[in-house]
């Protein structure tokens, strides 16, 4: 049975010009379709002069990486879609979502041993110039062809059928074409090696998608559910609705997203966020499908479907980001259109000419026209980008850095001026207590007099006290409550009166102390709250709170500066807030004091610069994400909009993940280098050797089946990149 799997080497001469993915138009429906013969650019021009036949196609879907074709159609009939697509040579299966995933087809890989013996066989024969050797040569010849090479000879001929010039048009003309020529035994060797290396390529490519794969494989088919009798009972994780209870036990991987209700679980949330390092969770904490269980079993409630679990999102993130073509694909995938016929046109010439030049040469130049036209096909240089950025994107999706698209990977690289949002970016955005002081007074009192007054409040400052003040039940009892709108509160303790707040409700008590102002002043630049503690009398302590920078927020900065990149803040906060945490965390500028409005008239400034990027996490960080040339939504995990709008998503709240990207942008990009060199330069060496007469065909195959192998496992290293 002829093996039907494909790798780019099926062929990717006749690139097909740079199309992104297309959303469905308006009043369409879908028919997806999975082919495992197509996984190229010229797989899809095939498939477009089929499908473009077919009445009532309005748009075609194509995922090369997942070997998937989605067609968006008005009425159109799905068996003659089924018939276009059989009629390109390629087998179309309707693409079950419920169904297991296939694995790789297994490949003839004994059948191709002996097709490798019967070819050398007939180059040994053919040294021995024997009577015997004119008969042997050509019969061990043809069936080493047999063996290996019919389905290259019937995907060549549905290739020149459609005039389409792929690599197995190009091998079968120039194989038929040698043995017309009595080239017996060189005709056997080409097949061979071509089919030999289809199958190591194919290899190779697989890895690229096993990346994807394993993203899939993180979540769980099927969930432990509550039944109405309050039993358990395990069902496909689809068939679990929001609000319904999930029981996940130690060592089990989270089948849906949810909220705990039952239990403390510590979890390994580095398939999303990319933070190798397990988190405790409480009751009412979010949890995500596909993180792992390591110590305790609890309950869930389900707040999402298994098909929009935050991991689904971020699957259907990378796809989509494969789909869309990066720049340098783009560029290759035009230059690939005008480079095959130009070589082609050169075989042509050379086949015709030789003989002019050459009287009685004819022979000779329909040889050396052969060579180039299995030199022409491009397919190392149009594999090598999508490999190069399929990896890319995998292995950023591993860290916890979800990509939106290729031409966003290969930009980053670029980056000059990354601009930061200060609150629930850089820092932690709620205010923590950083430091208090009794003023006058000894031992813990104040502090559990703080804690109480604290606690009858609802300002987030006073949450803050209370919450490092409070623990342990150490605070007291408060009576007779009373706020203070803008100032703080006031209350009874032990039957002492005492206030708690800023420095107008210590001035309005008529409490100011000289000696006190230089202190408040000093904190007051660097941005600090400033909380007062006092009775009648005095103030009695002071408490300063501080909305604290993130862990690692220095080292990203620091790490940042060394790749190049310079920083600015840009907050809503005050001028002397922003400018203390922009000095802590070493940022270059800071801006205070900003509506959104003059977020976006900063980062258009800033875009005079060269490539700009923006993080933040809010609403009104929207409008200069949005005008960045590269938007970063940090702590994305579980967010809607974060995952939907921004072009990188940071899964969690560690600014670290940034130059990390950038580290991993600038590799992807060396890699792209890297292979259009290797390609186009081993086609030159080669090119230059069938001119010179120093090129067999045999020679031609390893120059570009070769180079395709070069760079898919060039491309393959960068799904190695380390972890943050």
Known sequence: MADTSQTCSGGCGDASPAREAVAAPPGTETLRRRITEMDCPTEEALLRKALDRVPGVAALDFDLMGRVLSVHHRDADPAAVDRAIRDAGMTPRPLDADAPREAPAPRPWGRLAVAALLALGAELVGWTATPAAGVMA??????????????????????????????????????????????????????????????????SLERARGAIRALLDKAPAQARRQGPDGGWVRVPAGEVAVGETVRVLPGERLPLDGEVVRGTPTLDESPITGESRPRDKAPGEAVFAGTVNRHGDFDLRVTRPADDSTLARIIQAVEAAQAARAPTQRFIDRFSAVYTPAVLGLALLTALAWPLLFPGAWLDGVYRALVLLVIACPCALVISTPV??????????????????????EQGHRLTWLALDKTGTLTRGEPRLADWQPLGVAGSEPARIAAGLAARSTHPVSRALHAALGEDGAAAEVSELRERPGLGVEGEVDGRRWWLGNRRLMAARGLVDPTLEPRLDALAERGDSVVLLGDAEAPRALFVVRDMLRPGAREAVTALHELGVRTCMLSGDSQRSVAAIAAEAGIDEARGELLPEDKLAAIERLGGRGVIGMVGDGINDAPALARADIGFAMGAAGSDAAIETADVALMDDDPGKLPTFLRLSRATRRVLIQNIVLALGLKAVFLA????????????????????????????????ARRP
Do not use: C, Y
Not at 690 to 717: C, E, H, Y
């Open 689 to 720: 050797l069938a001119f010179a007469g120093q090129a067999t065909l045999w020679m031609a195959v390893f120059a570009d089946m070769g180079a395709s192998l070069l760079v898919v496992a060039n491309g393959l290293r960068l799904l190695g």
């Open 388 to 409: 190069s950025i399929v990896s890319g994107l995998s292995a950023a999706a591993r860290a916890g850095i979800l990509i939106k698209g290729g031409r966003f990977l």
């Open 138 to 203: 050509p019969l061990l010849a043809l069936a080493a062809i047999a063996l290996v090479g019919l389905p290259t000879w019937r995907k060549g001929w549905v290739a020149l059928r459609h005039r389409s010039l792929n690599i197995n048009a190009l091998m079968s003309v120039a194989v038929t074409g040698a043995l017309l020529i009595g080239h017996w035994a060189e005709a056997a060797m080409v097949m061979v090696l071509f089919t030999l290396a289809e199958h190591l390529e194919a290899r």
